[in-house]
């Protein structure tokens, strides 16, 4: 059976599945004597002979395993995935083990790059209709780090080539730049592109350590028309952290808050936009779905200079009228659970918890 790899699971570490062959059943019947005996032996707590009808049971599941095994090589399977052992009584004179699985061909895994080793949220952009990098990937294979974008494509272009360079930034605020790095792409016109990994000069144990990163795009290479980027880049005022938060709620390309002037608005892609206009000139979205309408900020201010979470709550129902319905549920619920847990810790304990979820939820959201 060495020859056949087994395991309970869906995969084989090491390994990648070529092909799903069939899913195989195997049943061994056990003569009603062989049941008899083992019973027996079970019931007998002063028997000499468990240690041999113990021997006898797992010879009868190894007979039963190697017969299986041996059908899924007849089907041309070298490995058995979510492999199952289960028991049945097919009458009350003889029982069954009962063998399960999927048959497949299983090859040695060509290469051991990690996907996704950290993935950081780019914290600048320029504030114009063009391919914008939003994400940077970190890979490592081996002592090798490897690093790819992600890019918005506001143009709806075929891009077939960006030239950057990108500033990571770690946990302990030193800086690392890499500079000149080319990628080429060569997929359908898309709205996201994602480039090829491309080896980067960088020590594999720090990659983990990277907590922001910056990337300024130098040319792109756009319906075999190179373009120079010229714009200065604009760093948005959330963190990486705080930013990638942000995306997953409004959107890949969202940048920073929405902002609201005299003279004009920035939208949360970062491009600026006329007061009369209903829509943003870049990205499309509308200014009324830009977030909330009233000065939350003041409220957020205010907050911080009462001690407990039931005065906390006092500030915000003068708030709650220009609150959507939907967020005031969850929102009353916050502030509901920290007057709670303030009852049981005492009044104040969660105070700045309360305030930064508050914050995170009117920021972020």
Not at 63 to 75: H, L
Not at 133 to 157: C, R, T, W
Not at 291 to 303: A, V
């Amino acid at each position: 059976m060495k020859d056949v790899l087994i395991t309970t699971g869906s995969s084989v570490d090491g390994y990648d599945i070529a092909e799903y062959i069939d899913f195989v059943t195997y049943q061994a019947p056990f003569s009603s004597n062989f049941v008899q005996e083992l019973a027996a032996n079970i019931t007998d707590s002063v028997g000499g002979d468990g240690n041999s009808l113990s021997d006898k049971f797992e010879e009868a599941i190894a007979d039963a395993k190697s017969n299986f095994v041996a059908m899924v090589k007849e089907k041309g399977g070298n490995a058995i995935i979510n492999m199952s052992i289960s028991y049945s009584n097919l009458s009350g004179s003889v029982a069954a083990v009962m063998l399960s699985g999927t048959a497949v061909k299983i090859e040695k895994t060509k290469g051991t790059m990690r996907e996704h080793v950290n993935d950081l949220a780019v914290c600048n952009y320029i504030a114009r209709k063009i391919v914008r990098p939003i994400e940077v990937d970190l890979h490592i294979d081996g002592a090798q780090v490897f690093m790819s974008l992600k890019l918005h494509n506001y143009e709806m272009a075929k891009i077939t080539a960006v030239k950057v360079d990108v500033e990571l930034e770690d946990i302990y605020g030193d800086k690392t730049v890499l500079e000149n790095i080319d990628y080429t792409m060569n997929q359908d016109i898309n709205i996201l592109i994602e480039t090829a990994k491309v080896p980067v000069d960088m020590d594999a144990r720090k990659v983990g350590l990277q907590v922001g990163a910056k990337v300024y795009l130098k040319k792109y290479v756009k319906d075999m028309r190179v373009w120079d980027i010229t714009d200065q880049s604009i760093d948005s005022t959330l963190t990486s952290e705080e930013l990638g938060i942000f995306k997953k709620n409004r959107g890949a390309d969202a940048v920073d808050k929405y902002r609201k002037t005299d003279t004009y608005w920035r939208c949360i892609c970062g491009a600026i936009n006329l007061p009369g206009d209903k829509q943003c000139s870049m990205c499309n979205r509308e200014e009324k779905d830009m977030g909330y309408t009233f000065d939350y900020e003041t409220m957020l201010r205010t907050m911080e200079s009462v001690e407990t979470a039931e005065e906390i709550k006092d500030i915000f129902m003068q708030y709650i009228p220009h609150i959507d319905s939907g967020s005031r549920v969850e929102l009353l619920e916050i502030l509901q659970s920290s007057i709670n847990m303030e009852k049981q810790y005492g009044a104040g304990t969660k105070k700045y918890s309360l305030i930064d979820k508050l914050k995170r939820k009117f920021e972020l959201s």
